[in-house]
């Protein structure tokens, strides 16, 4: 578990799954998802996934919360492979009615200072090149921009952590 002045994450669980559904189903948290918003099938599959991770490897994308411990998103660190390297995979979604308060950053800075102390890969965001939002989180964090690439089948831009990318 991480927590921040605001934030708790934690190991997601079954019993995350109706807030998983709400939150990915959403058309307006998916308007930069090539795959559009998902249904209850794919979001119960993506829970799934997100626990095998954390019992393959003792981490992942978690449930975050405000101290009360409503769900108010999901996000944190999966392993990935980029350019044939192994990477891990900065992955945020929050609820629409907590946009607009520095949520995302406020996760993102915890989740890349957990890895630096944990983790030997470097830590990247993929998102597409219009997700101007995104790219202003990538930014206040102090990522760089890397490259252009194509994800899901979409134009897409990968920013790193400057501290933990390897040349």
């Known amino acids: 578990m991480i ?3 605001r934030l708790v994450l934690r190991r997601p669980t079954a019993e995350d799954l109706a807030a ?25 599959q993506d829970l799934k996934s997100w626990l095998a991770h954390w019992v393959e490897h003792g981490f992942g994308y978690c449930a975050i919360t405000e101290h009360s411990g409503r769900v108010i998103g999901f996000g944190g660190l999966r392993t990935h492979v980029f350019d044939g390297e192994p990477v891990l995979n900065l992955y945020y979604r929050f ?14 800075r915890a989740v890349v200072d957990w890895a630096r102390d944990h983790r030997p ?11 101007t939002a995104a790219i202003r989180v ?3 964090i102090g990522f760089v921009k890397l490259c252009e690439t194509v994800l899901e089948g979409a134009p897409a831009v990968v920013y790193g952590d400057q501290e933990t990318i390897v040349t």
């Open 3 to 5: 927590t921040t002045d």
């Open 20 to 44: 998983a559904v709400e939150i990915h189903s959403d058309p307006e948290t998916n308007r930069f998802n090539p795959l559009g918003p998902a249904d209850e099938v794919r979001a119960t």
């Open 95 to 108: 609820r629409p009615s907590t946009w607009g308060r520095g949520f995302a950053p406020e996760m993102a």
């Open 121 to 131: 890969e470097p830590v990247l965001i993929f998102t597409k090149v219009d997700n």
């Open 138 to 140: 990538a930014e206040k």
